[in-house]
């Protein structure tokens, strides 16, 4: 696992059959050598797309802290989630700030949709110290975005 001193990519999509609706997540890691790390995929059988694009995130962080503990990595190895989602990219690289600073109220003084989920990303982006979010346009041909897409959507036709 040296390798993975120059960086570990996390790419992550969800997928969601109504809005709610049955849903799936999928995640894929891999080093800065291209190298896959894992990749992780589930479903539920009532949910929303946004809970789905937050899972993939979610699955991921959980599996690469795991490594990172087990390996005694260091914890200022970069580490960048790539995700179609401007929900989760803008969420955890713009608005998790401000709902803290007030007691997790958004601007209106209402609870954020999706709280607890908020929050568990909010404790992954603590323990990585050198983490970066990354906006991929989806269905244009990201190949790692596409992968995660069909694994979501395979995990999601699996429920039917």
Known sequence: MASLAQGIAIFSDGACRGNPG????????????????????GAEALTTNNKMEM???????????DIFISDRLPIDVPVFLFSDSRYVIDGLSSWLDGW???????????????????????????????????????????PQNEYCDKLATKSLAAMS
Not at 25 to 32: G, I, R, T, V
Not at 56 to 64: D, V
């Open 22 to 41: 049955p849903g799936g997540w999928a995640c894929l890691c891999q080093n800065h050598q291209g190298e896959i790390l894992f990749e992780l995929c």
């Open 55 to 65: 899972m993939g995130a979610i699955q991921g962080f959980n599996r690469l802290k």
């Open 100 to 142: 803290k600073r007030r007691g997790w109220k958004k601007a209106d003084n209402k609870e954020p949709e999706n709280i607890e989920l908020w929050k568990l990303l909010d404790e992954f982006r603590s323990f990585f110290n050198n983490i970066k979010f990354i906006w991929v346009k989806g269905h244009a041909g990201h």
